[in-house]
């Protein structure tokens, strides 16, 4: 076999290799719960305070602060949770107006009801940024709540 003949058969290993990799990812990405998805009851802004939503009975309430949502400085997200139990909590931070990639923190329990966690936001090229913040209770109920917010490029 010459070398050329060689050369492309690894090339095409690698490219073969390295699309399984991307699908195997997305399958893993995508082999999480199911969660139902709550429409927020009513509109609020994670910039002015803790936002609430009644959830299966009990109420789940959320906040981010600093409440000014500084870019790339530690954020504290503290959820509390009145008349439920999840198992776990965790909070996928999703770029609205620009795909930011997958920023998913696990809350871990901080006393009755009550869970927190630190994360970062990275800086976006946008001045105006438009996040959701999707808090994911589980697995009974498992529900996903939007929060929407915004952050401002210094």
Known sequence: MNESLKGVLTLLAFLLLAVGGFFAARHWQAAG???ER???AQPCDLRAGPCSQPVAGGRVSFEISPNDIPLMQTLTLRLRAD????????????GLNMDM????????????GHWEAETILPICSQRR???EAAVRLGPDPAVEIPFPFFTVRP
């Not at 997958?102 to 329990?109: K, S, W, Y």
């Open 129 to 131: 940024m438009e996040w």
């Open 38 to 40: 709550i429409a927020p």
């Open 101 to 112: 990639g997958l920023n998913r923190t696990r809350l871990e329990p901080a006393g009755e």
């Open 83 to 94: 008349g439920l139990a999840p198992g776990n909590v965790e909070v996928d931070i999703r």
């Open 33 to 35: 719960p199911a969660y």
